[in-house]
Nanobody
Framework: QVQLVDSGGGSVQAGGSLRLSCAAS????????MAWFRQFPGKGREGVAT????????YYAESVKGRFTVSRDNANNLLFLQMNSLKPEDTSMYYC??????????????????WGQGTQVTVSS
């Protein structure tokens, strides 16, 4: 049974930091893409960051570059998102996602099959 458990959200003031974690288990693939998404009310899921194992590279949404850092523990199927200098506009539900192997477009939510339950991040001004 595939399971993604994301955690680490909370409430902070603008300028603060949070670290999100995602633990994946049960995936029958030796290597697969994982990413962080967020979803604002009334909108679709937006790609935030990914650590692409196949390329050994990280990618970020423009709105979080320089503030967020994604990392991955491949041996234990863990994905992290260090969020610094948080802004009120970062307030959202954040989701961890995993694909069946590699994706063509990391920020396209349709390419991911498995999702965590979400963790709420709230940033007050």
């Amino acid at each position: 049974q595939v399971q993604l458990v994301d955690s680490g959200g909370g409430s902070v003031q603008a300028g603060g930091s949070l670290r999100l974690s995602c633990a994946a288990s049960g995936l029958p693939y030796r290597s697969f893409d994982m990413a962080w998404f967020r979803q604002f009310p009334g909108k679709g899921r937006e790609g935030v960051a990914t650590f692409r194992v196949g390329y050994g590279a990280t990618y970020y949404a423009e709105s979080v570059k320089g503030r967020f850092t994604v990392s991955r523990d491949n041996a234990n199927n863990l994905l992290f998102l260090q969020m610094n200098s948080l802004k009120p506009e970062d307030t959202s539900m954040y989701y961890c996602a995993a694909a069946r192997g590699y994706v063509a477009s990391w920020s396209n939510p349709d390419e991911y099959t498995y999702w965590g339950q979400g963790t709420q991040v709230t940033v007050s001004s």
